[in-house]
C-alpha cells in the first residue's frame, strides 16, 4: 500500500503559477500510475491529469490542456503538477491518487489511494 500526501497549494492571482508536490511512501511510486483530481466547492470531483508509470505517456482534461503540466521523479517518489495561466475557475482541493491499472483508467477515475488533499484558491 501506498502513502501520499500533497503539498504546495496557496492563494495566487489569476495568471499565476503555482506546483503542486506528491510525495509518497510505503511503496516506489514507479509501480504506479499517478493522477492528479480537483474538487470545487458544489462540484463532483473530477479528473485533470495522469502519468503512465515508467515512459510518462501523460493525458489531461481539456479544461486544463497547455496550462498543466504532469510530471514524475520515481528516483525522488514524487509527482508534480505545475499549473500556469491559473484561472479563478481552477479554485478547488487538488488531490494526488494512485492507481492498480493503466494511465488510461486513471483519467476515468478508476484510483486505488489518494492523498489528503491541498488547497489551491485563484483570485481576481
Known amino acids: 500500500q501506498v502513502q501520499l500526501v500533497e503539498s504546495g497549494g496557496g492563494l495566487v492571482q489569476a495568471g499565476g503559477s503555482l506546483r503542486l508536490s506528491c510525495a509518497a511512501s510505503?511503496?516506489?511510486?514507479?509501480?504506479?500510475?499517478m493522477g492528479w483530481f480537483r474538487q470545487a466547492p458544489g462540484k463532483e470531483r473530477e479528473f485533470v491529469a495522469a502519468i503512465s508509470r515508467i515512459v510518462g505517456t501523460t493525458y489531461y482534461a481539456d479544461s486544463v490542456k497547455g496550462r498543466f503540466t504532469i510530471s514524475r521523479d520515481n528516483a525522488k517518489n514524487t509527482v508534480y503538477l505545475q499549473m500556469n495561466s491559473l484561472k479563478l475557475e481552477d479554485t478547488a482541493v487538488y488531490y494526488c491518487?494512485?492507481?492498480?491499472?493503466?494511465?488510461?483508467?486513471?483519467?476515468?477515475?478508476?484510483?486505488?489511494?489518494w492523498g489528503q488533499g491541498t488547497q489551491v484558491t485563484v483570485s481576481s
Open positions: 491518487a494512485a492507481s492498480n491499472r493503466i494511465a488510461s483508467r486513471v483519467a476515468r477515475g478508476e484510483v486505488d489511494y
Open positions: 510505503g511503496r516506489t511510486l514507479s509501480s504506479y500510475p
